[in-house]
């Protein structure tokens, strides 16, 4: 069964560090490219942060740059998100997903996040 | 930076009816790269549509996308009661941002 559970989420005060990760199962962890997206409550969707399958290139939003690293051990099939400096803004609901590339004929492509996992809870309040 | 802009941001339908949501991108994007996603209350997302008109697995085909360069668009056929939810389009091109849309909500009228 293809799954993503993450784990880590809690409440933390402003200026602290917390420590995200999703464990994958069910497929080759190493052959995708993997998301962070949160949502702050009642709002919409926001991509954080991607990592490439061998984990040599991320890329950040602008807001979590310099202070959120994502990263990946493809021997465990894990993924992580570590978050320094949090903000009252960072308080959300945070989603590990899945990005799959697709191949169609004549050479065309698409892609999207296919597996998600539930989210794990963020708050960060004094 | 790309920016996509959802519209509209509520639409009130009946079982049905027909849905149509529109996702316009700030500039051109490849329609390789935009997708959908349903959300329904305290559940993660769901992938619909990638490649802006393929349908992901399992997805019933009154489910379609279409579009290219700046207007993509979503629409649901004949909505059941299971397709009252938040739709977002999303892009993930070659270069970062790769920006989700606000969302378009579907809710009973």
């Known amino acids: 069964q293809v799954q993503l559970v993450e784990s880590g989420g809690g409440v933390v005060q402003p200026g602290r560090s917390l420590r995200l990760s999703c464990a994958a199962s069910g497929f080759t962890f190493r052959s995708y490219a993997m998301y962070w997206v949160r949502q702050i409550p009642g709002k919409g969707l926001e991509w954080v942060a991607v990592?490439?399958?061998?984990?040599?290139?991320?890329y950040y939003e602008d807001s979590v740059k310099g202070r959120f690293t994502i990263s990946r051990d493809n021997s465990k099939s894990t993924l992580w998100l570590q978050m320094n400096s949090l903000r009252a803004e960072d308080t959300a609901v945070y989603y590990c997903?899945?990005?799959?590339?697709?191949?169609?004929?004549?050479?065309?492509?698409?892609?999207?996040?296919?597996?998600w996992g539930q989210g794990t809870t963020v708050t960060v309040s004094s | 930076e790309i920016v996509l802009t959802q519209s509209p941001g509520t639409l009130s339908l009946s079982p049905g009816e027909r849905a149509t949501l529109s996702c316009r991108a700030s500039?051109?994007?490849?329609?390789?790269?935009l997708a959908w996603y349903q959300q329904k209350p305290g559940q993660a997302p769901r992938l619909l549509i990638y490649?802006?008109?393929s349908r992901a697995t399992g997805i019933p085909d009154r489910f379609s996308g279409s579009g290219s360069g700046t207007d993509f668009t979503l629409t649901i056929s004949r909505l059941e009661a299971e397709d009252f939810a938040v739709y977002y389009c999303h892009q993930h091109g070659n270069s970062p941002p790769y920006p989700f849309g606000g969302g378009t909500k579907i809710e009973i009228k």
């Open positions: 990592i490439s399958k061998d984990g040599s290139s991320t």
């Open positions: 997903a899945r990005f799959e590339t697709y191949y169609y004929g004549s050479g065309r492509t698409g892609n999207g996040m296919d597996v």
């Open positions: 500039q051109s994007v490849s329609s390789s790269f």
């Open positions: 490649g802006a008109s």
